[in-house]
């Protein structure tokens, strides 16, 4: 149910930040960021990718700037707006956490399935990023 969702979320959120300092909204920026082209995304898109608040996302990225994990930048052809940029340390940190955050994720969501499940999800996976890639 949502509220064992709840709780593997906080599970995972508890691991980064022990082991990495890191809480999992800010490993989801930056996620979001290091995925990105050119390793930066519109503020406004940002916020959608995450389903945040502008407000929340502002806080997030504030946090991690006096990190030194990411800037802002100016939007060359918008003046008003701004892009989160991952900077290299932020990329240094994201690639330290990404190993502990997936293997979190192996444990308590496909450690649950036989290994015959896990295959069809494979297969099923697969076949969607070939439709959607």
């Not at 490993?27 to 995450?50: F, H």
């Amino acid at each position: 149910g949502s509220s064992e969702l709840r709780g593997v979320v906080r599970a995972l959120d508890a691991e980064l930040q022990a082991e990495h300092g890191l809480p999992l909204t800010s490993y989801e920026v930056l996620l979001s960021l290091a995925e990105a082209p050119d390793s930066r995304l519109r503020m406004a898109e940002l916020a959608t990718s995450l389903l945040l608040s502008q407000s929340g996302v502002t806080r997030l990225v504030d946090r991690l700037e006096r990190e030194g994990l990411v800037r802002r930048e100016r939007c060359h052809f918008d003046g008003r707006g701004f892009f989160a940029v991952l900077t290299p340390a932020g990329r240094a940190r994201f690639e330290e956490a990404r190993p502990t955050h997936l293997a979190g994720v192996r444990r308590r969501f496909l450690g649950r399935l036989s290994e015959a499940e896990q295959r069809s999800l494979r297969t099923a996976w697969e076949r969607l990023d070939v439709e959607l890639g």
